[in-house]
């Protein structure tokens, strides 16, 4: 026991992973199973004629679906896809689609509103696509469902917890990343849909409770859900909101991060301004949205690296093409800010601005600073989120604002040890009980049959 000792963290961070593996091998569909098409030929995806008579979160379509990770490792997990109906900014319908995952032994009474940040202009990287059994991994493009993947990891965490998690395409039929207004009402109207299909997922209410979440690029329609509800959604019963990492000033974003190794984000979110873009763009910066919008967050970060929006050689206006839309809403539920103090990509400053001027409006918000950078405050963050959630759905946050810094260490090199003991522990007591009974309740595959079914 002496030598084993020091990989103990190692071990328990291999256990909360495991059940994934475990059952994604001993699934007979491993390596048999039929490619799904892409949503740019599933008719699925399809609204109907006569969608602007429908009102927001209407149920248009449905179906039950095997969800894998890297599109072809059965994640044995049951779900469904609901195509619902939702609105633009500027008040016009669309048809967007969310992805359930329910737990085998659920609470009823509540679910998750997960947004991922899949931080793409094309419609087929979609999560209700990568996510799916047969979607991937696609010959020429072995990436596109890396992020899924590791996304798919921290909805686990929910689940575990007993949480039916519903996650949906928060840039709407277009892929709009980073269209605020667009991304927000996708979220609200992706929870009426939920609470609408509540008899297929077998609520006990008829009113579940509900809390969101996103990090980075899936913190963003966050933060615009949490603002819009009041205005927007304001009959749903949302306990609070969970997000870090997530741009709010995109132009002190764009500052930052352009001729980095994160540019495409930005060519990404500046190839949904039309019609701006039309009037603008060059040439070369027609070819490089047109490639943008038709391939995912991964191949567009190698390609695209160190390349400059404000270059006159993609558009005409150079760095004057920069604005700061004002947001105005305030949050109704209560709120866990947080945001990492090396963040590379996003200014720790757009949290703490964001803080002040929603508490200034009298919204409750958490704010914690940790000592990560972009990518391993996720992590870090992980066991107060997960204790958020819970009091959140409890009633028990303290309805003040308040600004915390968490000293934990960033997971570098010399600090990995004892962070990742710290944050294994934590993870533990959150999830031990649900883990220890997925162990002794084996044999449930969540095989689902693929069946669609028009509501």
Same mark, same amino acid.
């Given at each position: 026991?002496?030598?084993?000792?020091?990989?103990?963290?190692?071990?328990?961070?291999?256990?909360?992973?495991?059940?994934?593996?475990?059952?994604?091998?001993?699934?007979?569909?491993?390596?048999?199973?039929?490619?799904?098409?892409?949503?740019?030929?599933?008719?699925?995806?399809?609204?109907?004629?006569?969608?602007?008579?429908?009102?927001?979160?209407?149920?248009?379509?449905?179906?039950?679906?095997?969800?894998?990770?890297?599109?072809?490792?059965?994640?044995?997990?049951?779900?469904?896809?609901?195509?619902?109906?939702?609105?633009?900014?500027?008040?016009?319908?669309?048809?967007?689609?969310?992805?359930?995952?329910?737990?085998?032994?659920?609470?009823?009474?509540?679910?998750?509103?997960?947004?991922?940040?899949?931080?793409?202009?094309?419609?087929?990287?979609?999560?209700?696509?990568?996510?799916?059994?047969?979607?991937?991994?696609?010959?020429?493009?072995?990436?596109?469902?890396?992020?899924?993947?590791?996304?798919?990891?921290?909805?686990?965490?929910?689940?575990?917890?007993?949480?039916?998690?519903?996650?949906?395409?928060?840039?709407?039929?277009?892929?709009?990343?980073?269209?605020?207004?667009?991304?927000?009402?996708?979220?609200?109207?992706?929870?009426?849909?939920?609470?609408?299909?509540?008899?297929?997922?077998?609520?006990?209410?008829?009113? $579940?409770?509900?809390?969101?979440? %996103?990090?980075?690029? *899936? +913190?963003? @329609? /966050?933060? !615009?859900?949490?603002?819009? &509800?009041?205005?927007?959604? $304001?009959?749903?019963?949302?306990? %609070?909101?969970?997000? *870090? +990492?997530? @741009? /709010?000033? !995109?132009?002190?974003?764009? &500052?930052?991060?352009?001729?980095?190794?994160?540019?495409?984000?930005?060519?990404?979110?500046?190839?949904?301004?039309?019609?701006?873009?039309?009037?603008?763009?060059?040439?070369?910066?027609?070819?490089?949205?047109?490639?943008?919008?038709?391939?995912?967050?991964?191949?567009?970060?190698?390609?695209?690296?160190?390349?400059?929006?404000?270059?006159?050689?993609?558009?005409?206006?150079?760095?004057?093409?920069?604005?700061?839309?004002?947001?105005?809403?305030?949050?109704?539920?209560?709120?866990?800010?947080?945001?990492?103090?090396?963040?590379?990509?996003?200014?720790?400053?757009?949290?703490?601005?964001?803080?002040?001027?929603?508490?200034?409006?009298?919204?409750?918000?958490?704010?914690?600073?940790?000592?990560?950078?972009?990518?391993?405050?996720?992590?870090?963050?992980?066991?107060?989120?997960?204790?958020?959630?819970?009091?959140?759905?409890?009633?028990?946050?303290?309805?003040?604002?308040?600004?915390?810094?968490?000293?934990?260490?960033?997971?570098?090199?010399?600090?990995?040890?004892?962070?990742?003991?710290?944050?294994?522990?934590?993870?533990?007591?959150?999830?031990?009980?649900?883990?220890?009974?997925?162990?002794?309740?084996?044999?449930?595959?969540?095989?689902?049959?693929?069946?669609?079914?028009?509501?």
């Amino acid at each position: 026991m002496r030598i084993l000792k020091p990989y103990w963290p190692l071990i328990v961070a291999v256990q909360f992973i495991a059940p994934l593996a475990s059952i994604a091998w001993a699934s007979p569909q491993a390596g048999s199973f039929a490619k799904v098409p892409r949503p740019d030929r599933d008719p699925f995806y399809a609204p109907p004629p006569d969608l602007e008579h429908f009102v927001p979160g209407t149920v248009l379509r449905s179906r039950e679906v095997n969800t894998a990770l890297l599109g072809f490792l059965p994640s044995g997990v049951a779900a469904w896809q609901l195509l619902y109906r939702s609105t633009t900014g500027h008040g016009s319908a669309i048809a967007a689609v969310t992805t359930i995952f329910r737990p085998l032994r659920p609470k009823r009474d509540r679910f998750m509103s997960y947004m991922m940040a899949y931080n793409s202009g094309s419609p087929n990287c979609v999560p209700s696509f990568t996510w799916r059994l047969g979607s991937g991994p696609t010959p020429g493009r072995p990436l596109d469902n890396w992020q899924p993947t590791v996304e798919f990891l921290r909805i686990r965490g929910y689940l575990l917890q007993g949480f039916i998690v519903s996650s949906p395409d928060h840039e709407g039929p277009d892929s709009a990343f980073s269209a605020g207004r667009v991304s927000g009402r996708c979220v609200l109207d992706s929870m009426r849909a939920t609470t609408n299909f509540g008899h297929s997922l077998n609520f006990s209410v008829s009113k $579940p409770a509900i809390v969101g979440s %996103g990090y980075s690029g *899936g +913190g963003i @329609p /966050v933060i !615009w859900a949490a603002a819009l &509800q009041r205005n927007y959604a $304001p009959e749903l019963p949302i306990k %609070g909101w969970v997000v *870090g +990492g997530a @741009p /709010v000033n !995109w132009t002190e974003v764009i &500052q930052m991060i352009h001729k980095s190794t994160v540019s495409s984000l930005v060519l990404t979110g500046f190839a949904q301004l039309r019609p701006l873009w039309d009037k603008v763009v060059t040439a070369r910066g027609r070819q490089m949205f047109q490639f943008i919008r038709t391939h995912c967050l991964e191949i567009n970060t190698f390609k695209f690296a160190y390349s400059s929006i404000l270059s006159y050689k993609f558009q005409t206006l150079g760095p004057s093409i920069l604005h700061h839309p004002r947001k105005d809403e305030t949050p109704m539920a209560p709120v866990f800010l947080y945001h990492g103090k090396r963040d590379q990509i996003v200014p720790t400053t757009q949290s703490l601005s964001l803080a002040k001027t929603w508490c200034n409006r009298k919204a409750h918000v958490t704010f914690t600073i940790y000592s990560g950078e972009h990518m391993t405050t996720s992590l870090l963050a992980m066991p107060k989120a997960y204790k958020f959630v819970n009091k959140a759905f409890q009633g028990t946050v303290t309805p003040s604002c308040s600004q915390n810094i968490d000293d934990s260490k960033s997971l570098s090199s010399v600090g990995l040890p004892t962070t990742l003991n710290s944050l294994i522990i934590k993870l533990t007591n959150y999830l031990g009980p649900a883990r220890r009974w997925d162990r002794e309740n084996p044999g449930h595959s969540g095989k689902r049959t693929g069946r669609t079914n028009n509501e």
